[in-house]
């Protein structure tokens, strides 16, 4: 008997130390796992915030088709009758600055190509949005991406060059213009998303025109810097804004041309995202509004926008 306490004792004690030791090893494989840095999604919702892109890109074989509308201001201080006016519109909603139709495809997770078409200045445009980096919860605190954007007008040429004194050769060239962007952006919490986005912006062509206040010329080319941000309210309800400011002294203290601010609210149902905010751009894609937003804040002339955006996989 004593024998055979002896054994079922060393039996115990065999098996409790196997289960421990596989507890151990258990616990170290989780810990592990746990501690692996792991990727951020869905720092944005959808690929804009208001007007400013974002760091996001279309799903691999998947397809995100947007209807973006402009409407007109709500108020214009200009006017010698603005609360007339406003009323007369219907406070911006019985005039349209720009539609936009647009195609964006994921040719994989990380690269998307899209197309696009504005009323305004009957511009068409491709663009081209590459994810370089992810950003994670281990050593790399950002997400970067790099987006570039061809325009094209098809306006009448009388259009094009209304206002100039022309002495020289109509040319295609002259309907071209370029915009080139670096993404910056980080999701600092599941709450707020935060990005900052350095620019270029390049039109082949343009009017010659001086700042009335300091004397400078506009020019061809110049650097933008833009701001944008996401702050999560509700579940499917979020407050979004972005800002663009143009560097070039054309832009400073003119009161022609004005940087574009928008703010607004997202909302997420289902399949679709709204986009729905107020600025005073007065156009849809980088290619119009970075250079020729030519309204502003302070004297009412905001206009209403959206954006409904629908992804389908292919």
């Not at 993404?183 to 343009?206: C, D, G, Q, T, V």
């Not at 700042?211 to 701001?227: L, V």
Request: glycine share 6%; charged share 20%.
């Amino acid at each position: 008997m004593k024998k055979l306490n002896l054994l079922f004792c060393a039996a115990f004690l065999s098996v409790s130390a196997s289960v421990l030791a596989q507890e151990d090893l258990l616990s170290l494989v989780e810990d592990s796992a746990a501690s692996a840095p792991r990727l951020v999604y869905a720092t944005f919702k959808t690929v804009r915030i208001c007007n400013a892109q974002t760091i996001e890109t279309v799903k691999k074989n998947h397809l995100d088709f947007r209807i973006a509308h402009r409407f007109g201001n709500i108020y214009n201080a200009d006017l010698d009758n603005a609360i007339n006016n406003t009323f007369q519109t219907f406070f911006g909603f019985g005039e349209v600055s720009d539609v936009r139709f647009s195609l964006d495809y994921g040719i994989t997770d990380n690269i998307t190509v899209g197309i696009g078409r504005n009323s305004a200045n009957r511009l068409l445009d491709g663009s081209f949005k590459w994810k370089i980096l992810k950003q994670n919860t281990g050593n790399m605190p950002i997400s970067l991406a790099f987006f570039s954007s061809l325009g094209y007008t098809h306006d009448h040429t009388a259009n094009i060059y209304s206002g100039v004194v022309k002495d020289f050769e109509t040319s295609e060239l002259h309907r071209f213009n370029y915009f080139n962007q670096i993404i910056i952006a980080s999701k600092i919490n599941e709450w707020l998303s935060l990005e900052i986005l350095p620019s270029y912006m390049h039109r082949n062509f343009i009017k010659e025109s001086y700042n009335p206040n300091n004397g400078a010329a506009d020019q061809n080319g110049f650097f933008t810097i833009g701001f944008g941000g996401r702050i999560k309210m509700t579940k499917r309800v979020s407050f979004i804004g972005d800002f663009y400011y143009n560097t070039a002294k054309y832009y400073i203290n003119n009161n022609k041309v004005y940087n574009p601010l928008a703010l607004g609210f997202e909302i997420e149902t289902g399949g679709h995202v709204f986009s729905l905010f107020f600025t005073n751009a007065n156009y849809l894609v980088e290619n119009n509004y970075i250079p020729e937003t030519t309204d502003t804040w302070r004297k009412g002339q905001v206009k209403f926008g959206f954006t409904i955006s629908r992804t389908f996989a292919l």
